[in-house]
């Protein structure tokens, strides 16, 4: 078995894949969340959980539902969002394989805050609540690394907040394509979005309007600030869109 890579495409092109997904035993193992776990706790632990391919599309999760589940995502990727009554919707996060949803619920019971779809088929572990407090509580580690992962997402919804109400849409949008972009192959200085996502996601993500996002593309590829076709977005002036991002943001009010 061999692969294909693109250097400017994040994902391998497989030519002969030994076996599929659905194939594949499913473990806990597999999962960096539980990796270097005492193995009497997995084995434990592994008796309450259920597996699940979902397809992209298919709803996991819906907002106000009462489940209390947490959902480690093994192979795949899913997309977390709000939708208001006039069907506009906020793109919060993605989650992919290693990461995990639903904790919230899981510590305090509420029903769901948002959204989950499949972006990807994906295959999740789903853990009952009880269960996986009783293995946080008894696994410092694994505890541990629960409260880094809710930091690191307390801390993305307050850096979203703070530009939603701080900056203008382009700056908003230098923001976000930063965020979703890594270094370039053999182009130092520059990063590269792929495959680039639809207008409407962006416009999602950064709380505007789609036919706001495809103008401010189009205007920021004639300045020279990216090049897009129609495999990635290459991000031409990083440094510039980094300090222009970070000068607004530290500006004395007027």
Do not use: Y
């Amino acid at each position: 078995m061999h692969a294909i890579q693109d250097p400017d495409l994040p994902h391998l092109v497989w030519l002969r894949p030994a076996m599929s997904d659905a194939a594949r035993p499913a473990a806990l193992a597999d999962i960096a969340f539980f990796r270097g776990g005492d193995p009497v706790a997995l084995a434990k632990l592994a008796t309450a959980v259920r597996w699940r391919m979902v397809e992209p599309g298919q709803v996991v999760v819906d907002e106000d539902e009462p489940s209390t589940d947490i959902f480690f995502v093994a192979s795949g990727a899913v997309r977390v969002q709000l939708r208001a009554a006039s069907g506009r919707e906020v793109l919060l996060n993605e989650f992919g394989a290693g990461e995990f949803f639903g904790e919230l619920s899981a510590i305090d019971g509420a029903p769901r805050a948002a959204n989950v779809t499949a972006v990807a088929r994906s295959r999740l572990c789903i853990v009952p609540a009880q269960a996986f407090l009783d293995f946080v509580f008894a696994n410092p580690v694994a505890c541990h690394a629960l409260l880094k992962t809710l930091t690191a997402k307390l801390r993305l919804q307050t850096e979203r907040t703070l530009e939603r109400e701080a900056l203008p849409v382009r700056l908003r949008l230098f923001s976000e394509l930063l965020r979703l972009s890594r270094p370039r192959a053999n182009a130092p200085g520059e990063r590269v979005v792929s495959p680039p996502p639809p207008h409407h996601e962006l416009a999602a993500r950064i709380g505007a309007r789609r036919e706001v996002i495809s103008r401010e593309l189009s205007e920021m590829t004639r300045e020279g600030w990216l090049a897009r076709d129609r495999r990635a977005i290459r991000i031409l002036r990083v440094v510039e869109m980094q300090q222009m991002v970070s000068a607004e943001l530290r500006a004395p009010a007027a």
